[in-house]
Nanobody, 118 residues
Framework: QVHLVESGGGLVQAGGSLRLSCAAS????????MGWFRQAPEKEREFVAR????????YYADSVKGRFTISRVNIKGTVYLQMNSLKAEDTAVYYC???????????WGQGTRVTVSS
């Protein structure tokens, strides 16, 4: 069983930055594809970014490309999301998730809230 805990959310002004962290325990973190997702109020959950097991391959939603950076430190069992140039529309609960194989994000954290004031 993989346990994921996000942190780093908060209130920030538009144009500001935040770094989210997701600490994993259990399982074999270094073999997982990790993803970040978000859910804004009254909206569906949406994909934000993902990173492969080694960190050598990343992929972003168009809405965050060039502003957000996903990274990981396998020895720490942690994945990060650096968010720059934040906009009001980035306001959401952010979740990290682990794909332990099979292309399905089977494990999810509880989420961390990000609020961007305009």
């Amino acid at each position: 069983q993989v346990h994921l805990v996000e942190s780093g959310g908060g209130l920030v002004q538009a144009g500001g930055s935040l770094r989210l962290s997701c600490a994993a325990s259990g399982g074999t973190f270094s073999s997982y594809t990790m993803g970040w997702f978000r859910q804004a109020p009254e909206k569906e959950r949406e994909f934000v970014a993902r990173i492969n097991w080694s960190g050598g391959s990343t992929y972003y939603a168009d809405s965050v490309k060039g502003r957000f950076t996903i990274s990981r430190v396998n020895i720490k069992g942690t994945v990060y999301l650096q968010m720059n140039s934040l906009k009001a529309e980035d306001t959401a609960v952010y979740y990290c998730a682990a794909d332990a194989g099979g292309g399905e994000y089977k494990y999810w954290g509880q989420g961390t809230r990000v609020t961007v004031s305009s």
